[in-house]
């Protein structure tokens, strides 16, 4: 396949996966179809993963010259940033409802939090001290590390799918400003987004001071 009409395809399938789960299509959903709106989340999960497997297909079946090679003692990096991956995600699971998140709470509630979660508290505890968005950086690190070749298809499609999660995450706290306002900006000013510069600060100052 030629690779302007692969990533055409990779940045259209971010573009859909993103407008779908835009706050406006969720809030037309809610004024217009109220009674829809429990299985929006699941009906969204499973046109993503529906688009998504063929794309993946075609992207593997697709032949291109290896960029990226984990071979040597870079092994040791990629087996570090996939660990690191998994225990994001398994810190992120501590707060997040995999439930919501599947859309399976949805049906019984009715009702859709951006938080993905009961609760709307934006706790330091466990992982969220150190990143504000656990998923996410976990997704980009197992996007990197996933696999111990990245040929020139997979290797576009990763950096359009990393491109895509971050300028994700940024739309995703404006939401999330505008709905919690003063107590998310304090927690933002606490806890990294991504990397945990501001976790590194404290734990060094801790350990001086303890010095």
Known sequence: MNMVLL?????????????????????????HASGLIRYYRLLYNGLSVVTLI????VTRMTEGQVIISW?????????????????????GARKYD???FLGVKQLQTGEEH?????????????????TRHPWYLGSLLFLWSML?????????????????????????ERK???L??????????????FFPWKWLVRSLQYYWGKS
């Not at 951006?114 to 001290?129: Q, Y």
């Not at 919690?180 to 000013?189: A, E, I, L, P, T």
Request: aromatic share 12%.
């Open 176 to 178: 999330i400003v505008a």
């Open 180 to 193: 919690y306002g003063d107590s998310y900006r304090r927690y933002r000013q606490r806890v990294s987004m």
């Open 54 to 57: 063929p794309l993946v297909i």
């Open 148 to 172: 111990g070749q990245y040929p020139l298809p997979v290797f576009l499609a990763v950096c359009i799918l990393s491109i895509y999660l971050l300028i994700g995450t940024m739309l995703e």
């Open 98 to 100: 995999l439930q919501y």
């Open 7 to 31: 990533c055409f395809l990779w940045i259209s399938w971010c573009v859909m996966h993103s407008l779908l789960i835009d706050v406006s299509v969720v809030k037309t959903i809610q004024n």
């Open 71 to 91: 071979e040597g003692y870079a092994v040791l990096v990629r087996v570090l940033l996939l660990t690191t991956a998994l225990l994001l995600f398994k810190g």
């Open 114 to 130: 951006i938080l993905l979660s009961d609760t709307e508290e934006f706790t330091e505890a466990g992982v969220f001290g150190i």
